[in-house]
């Protein structure tokens, strides 16, 4: 008992370090976010005039059939709300970071970093957090609850917990495949435009895997598992899997995504030549 217990003290001190180290980095988010009020509310109007387009979009299309594939519009409307609140979770906590990885390596600012008494890869994922994501989140699930509303389902509380554990497989996958590019900027001088041609990615998740047939299913799917980021919590809410398997493949494919960033990760810090050498 006592030898398990000091055991777990190391893993326990190390994760109330890593929240105190987050919790200061949230607060100096918050600060630098609330400096700039005026670019903070431009941006939450561009992503909602964004959002807008996108269901615009999709009514438009809906005025000429009435499926695609076996999804109804307010099913779509539902799969474009949870794509969008699985992206702004994503870009509030991880997108600015990603695209900024180039920059630290090209001015060596990450070499300073590599000498923190901290995982420098905790620290350049999570080192500043976008707070207008939240609030466009939540303005996904305004919209996503409407959908229900007019499909006429009420989902139960088990398919509301089984959404959001979804969601966070999701926001991983994204994480895990942005910052497997980010890994380029070792070989590269600028890599933000390969980060961000990711970012496009996120128009296919948004889209429903119905539409996918032959090699672009199996390729969105498997080699970049976009496809699955909110197709799978979306139908999880309104009934639409009929076996556990899509769930399991989106978990795998979270577990696989992560192992491969990190071998990568590892590989380019042991090629990295330090700025200042």
């Known amino acids: 008992m006592n030898m398990n217990g000091s055991a777990d003290k190391p893993l326990v001190s190390g994760l109330r370090r890593y929240f105190r180290i987050y919790a200061t980095l949230w607060r100096n988010s918050v600060v630098r976010e609330m400096g700039f009020k005026s670019n903070f509310l431009l941006w939450i109007l561009v992503e909602v005039l964004w959002f807008g387009l996108q269901l615009t979009f999709i009514t438009v299309i809906y005025q000429h059939t ?35 990885v180039s920059e630290l390596i090209r001015t060596g600012k990450l070499d300073f970093m590599l000498l923190l008494p901290a995982n420098t890869r905790f620290l350049i994922s999570l080192a500043k957090v976008d707070l207008g994501g939240f609030f466009n989140g939540s303005f996904a699930l305004v919209v996503m609850a409407y959908a229900l509303r007019q499909i006429g389902y009420v989902p139960s509380a088990l398919q509301v917990f089984g959404f959001f554990l979804l969601v966070i497989a999701g926001v991983l ?105």
């Not at 594939?69 to 600015?96: P, S």
């Open 66 to 100: 009435d499926r695609i594939g076996n999804w109804t519009k307010w099913e779509v409307v539902l799969l474009i709300g949870a794509a969008h609140f699985i992206q702004q979770i994503f870009q509030a906590f991880f997108l600015t970071n990603m695209t900024q």
């Open 173 to 277: 996958i994204h994480y895990s495949l942005m910052f497997l590019l980010t890994t380029t900027s070792f070989w590269t001088v600028r890599a933000q435009g390969i980060v961000w041609g990711y970012y496009s990615f996120f128009n296919i998740a948004r889209l429903p895997d119905a539409a996918f047939q032959g090699f672009f299913k199996a390729f969105f799917t498997f080699a970049i598992p976009v496809l699955l980021v909110a197709n799978v919590p979306a139908k999880v809410l309104v009934r639409k899997i009929e076996s556990p398997y899509e769930m399991l493949l989106l978990t795998l494919m979270m577990f696989v995504c992560a192992f491969v960033s990190e071998v990568v990760w590892r590989f380019s810090l042991k090629h990295y030549t330090s700025a200042s050498s």
